[in-house]
């Protein structure tokens, strides 16, 4: 097995977890690296269905964006995620502001939760990421279907929250979503 080198964890930042191996996901959490492993396969064709249906619908959709928070050790890394605004020199890039998307969405990966309803939703929500999706299991466990629960940004007693909008099964949801490039 190859060992995994860091940096000193005190002086890591942002821009440098593009730099760190590849074949795991990274995060910024208040400053604390956040290494997770690769996921599973359910994991894997639901993030693929999502996509295929976004690009479908005609939007920007990209695996693993990393989104930056507003301090320089502070960052997540949704599933998925839907860019309004791409800047100049994306080869620049390895995370967009908060301020750059119109939906993240995030898979539940069986007996990982890891904050997908509570940590991460407060995260977005506080960024003013205005839609927040979570994929998950059906309670049958299908492999060939998830549920999504669609989350929209409100302000409660001047607080940003999600609230939930509607729960739909994932193929439902695609046949929702025309092969049309003008939605």
């Known amino acids: 097995m190859t060992g995994l080198s860091l940096p000193p964890i005190e002086d890591l930042e942002l821009d440098d977890l593009a730099s760190l191996p ?103 929500a506080g960024h003013g990421i205005p839609e927040y999706w979570i994929v998950d299991q059906t309670p049958d466990g299908s492999d060939d279907d998830a549920f999504v629960f669609v989350h929209r940004l409100l302000l409660a007693g001047g607080e940003p929250i999600y609230g939930r909008e509607r729960n739909v099964l994932l193929s439902e949801l695609e046949s929702e979503y025309p092969d049309n490039p003008t939605r």
């Open 22 to 124: 590849r074949h795991y996901r990274y995060e910024l959490r208040e400053g604390n690296l956040v290494i997770a492993a690769p996921s599973s396969f359910w994991h894997k064709v639901m993030a693929g269905r999502v996509l295929v249906m976004l690009h479908k619908a005609g939007l920007n959709a990209f695996q693993d964006p990393g989104v930056r928070g507003d301090r320089p050790r502070d960052s997540r890394l949704p599933d998925l995620g839907v860019v309004s605004r791409l800047p100049p020199g994306l080869a620049t890039y390895s995370h967009l502001p908060a301020s750059s998307f119109s939906l993240v969405v995030e898979i539940v990966s069986e007996g990982a939760v890891n904050g997908e309803y509570t940590d991460k939703a407060a995260w977005y």
